[in-house]
C-alpha cells in the first residue's frame, strides 16, 4: 500500500498562508483522485478539496477562492495552497488517494490559524 506523508502545518496568524504537501512513497499518475480532508477537534472528517485524475477540482463552499489544490505527477506530490486563513481553518490535515480501488491515508499534518 501507499504511503502518505504530509508535511507544511505550523501556526500562522488570521490573513496568512500556508502550502501543504503530500508525498506520496509509490506514482500518483494513476490514481483516480486525490484529496485533502480536514478535521477539527471534535468534528467529522470532512473534504476540503480533491483532484481527479484528469486535474479536475473540487472544493468545499468555505474554502472556494482561498484555497488551491494541485498534483505533481512526476513528484507524486499533491499541494493545498491556503490564502486568507481564518480561525475556523484550524484543523488536522490529512491526505487521501485513491488507486486501482485501494484508499490510502496520510497521518496528517495540524494547521492553527491564531485570531
Known amino acids: 500500500q501507499v504511503q502518505l506523508v504530509e508535511s507544511g502545518g505550523g501556526l500562522v496568524q488570521t490573513g496568512g498562508s500556508l502550502t501543504l504537501s503530500c508525498a506520496a512513497s509509490?506514482?500518483?499518475?494513476?490514481?483516480?483522485?486525490m484529496g485533502w480532508y480536514r478535521q477539527a477537534p471534535g468534528k467529522q472528517r470532512d473534504l476540503a478539496a480533491l483532484?481527479?485524475?484528469?486535474?479536475?477540482?473540487t472544493y468545499a463552499d468555505s474554502v472556494k477562492g482561498r484555497f488551491t489544490i494541485s498534483r505533481d505527477n512526476a513528484k507524486n506530490t499533491i499541494y493545498l495552497q491556503m490564502n486568507n486563513l481564518k480561525p475556523e481553518d484550524t484543523a488536522n490535515y490529512y491526505c487521501?488517494?485513491?488507486?486501482?480501488?485501494?484508499?490510502?491515508w496520510g497521518k496528517g499534518t495540524l494547521v492553527t490559524v491564531s485570531s
Open positions: 487521501k488517494m485513491i488507486r486501482d480501488g485501494m484508499i490510502s
Open positions: 509509490g506514482s500518483i499518475a494513476n490514481a483516480n483522485d
Open positions: 483532484i481527479t485524475k484528469s486535474g479536475f477540482t
